[in-house]
Every structure is written in C-alpha cells, then in structure tokens.
C-alpha cells in the first residue's frame, strides 16, 4: 500500500487546512489510519486517528477541538481538516495505515506499517 500525503502549505495563525492521505489500494478501507507530525528537532508525535470504518477516532490534547479527522473509503482517502492553526502546529505532517486490518487505530507510530511522504505545514504568526 502506497500513501501519498497532500494539502500542507504556508498560512497565517487562524487559518484552516485540510490534509489529505490518499492509498493506492482498496484493502486501505480496512485498516486504521493515523496522522503524525514532526517538527525541527523534535520526535514524531501522534496527532490523531480513526478505526477502519470510521466510527471511532481519537486525538492528541494539542489539536482536540480543532482538527477533525475522517475518512471517505469509496475514495480511499482519509483527511484531517486543521481549524483554528497555531504557529505551534508547524510540523511535517505524515499519514499511516495501521498493521491490523479491522482494527482501531492507535497513537503509538509503531503500529503502523505503511507511511506516506509527508506534506509541510507552516503557520505564521
């Protein structure tokens, strides 16, 4: 499975952006997919996730309230809309698709096995 990350860009603290994560194959539905970002000399955090169906999704304390994580499978396609950004928020930001099929996601990298290429986010203050 190929993920291919899209959506980042430069904007202004307030602003929004969507991301996208787009799989190259259809068994992508039955897997969880999780975001993370890394930012300069900093260690990839978890930023949030959802279950292969949709239903269950979860989210870092720093983004909670402002990001929204979901999914459309007939596209294969997983998105995280970004409200409200901070300049804290300025991150490389890297779409996964977790090792279980049929399973919820998690917030620990190493459960997942297949990563995408990143797409920069930038947010001035």
């Known amino acids: 499975v190929q993920l291919q990350a899209s959506g980042g860009g430069l904007v202004q603290a307030g602003d929004s952006l969507r991301l996208s994560c787009t799989a190259s194959?259809?068994?992508?539905?039955?897997?969880?997919v999780g975001w993370f970002r890394q930012a300069p000399g900093r260690e990839r955090e978890f930023v949030a996730d959802i279950s292969w169906s949709g239903g269950i999704t979860s989210y870092a304390d720093s983004v909670k309230g402002r990001f929204t994580i979901s999914r459309d499978n007939a596209k294969n396609t997983v998105y995280l809309q970004m409200d409200s950004l901070k300049p804290e928020d300025t991150a490389v930001y890297y779409c996964?698709?977790?090792?279980?099929?049929?399973?919820?996601?998690?917030?620990?990298?190493?459960?997942?096995?297949?990563w995408g290429q990143g797409t920069q986010v930038t947010v001035s203050s």
């Open positions: 194959a259809r068994t992508f539905s039955n897997n969880a």
């Open positions: 996964a698709a977790h090792r279980s099929s049929y399973a919820r996601g998690s917030s620990k990298a190493g459960g997942y096995i297949y």
